[in-house]
Nanobody, 125 residues
């Protein structure tokens, strides 16, 4: 599986950005697709994900109410609409795909065996 992410960039605090990620091949209801991020000097952290089976969405507490993840199953593509951006959202955002059986596992780094190259999001204050 190859992942192609796009949409990162520089934005002022309070602004919006939309990330996109397209995966090669066909989507599977056994899989989840989403985003992690890593800020300088920090560990990689979960941002949001969508489980194709049931189309449930999941968010980190830090982005709830500001970010929205959506997906197109037929295109095997996910989108992350980011709003009310804060300087602390600055990070490299990685698109991920993995076989996730339980909703509790969508937050785990080791649930995902396919990672994109990362797209940089910079939020200026």
């Amino acid at each position: 599986v190859q992942l192609q992410a796009s949409g990162g960039g520089l934005v002022q605090a309070g602004g919006s950005l939309r990330l996109s990620c397209a995966a090669s091949g066909r989507a599977s209801s056994s899989y989840a697709m989403g985003w992690f991020r890593q800020a300088p000097g920090k560990e990689r952290e979960f941002v949001a994900a969508i489980k194709w089976g049931g189309s449930s969405t999941h968010y980190a507490d830090s982005v709830k109410g500001r970010f929205t993840i959506s997906g197109d199953y037929a295109k095997n593509t996910v989108y992350l609409q980011m709003g009310s951006l804060k300087p602390e959202d600055t990070a490299i955002y990685y698109c991920v795909v993995g076989r996730v059986a339980y909703s509790a596992d969508v937050l785990r780094v080791d649930s995902y065996n396919y990672w994109g190259q990362g797209t940089v999001v910079t939020v200026s204050s």
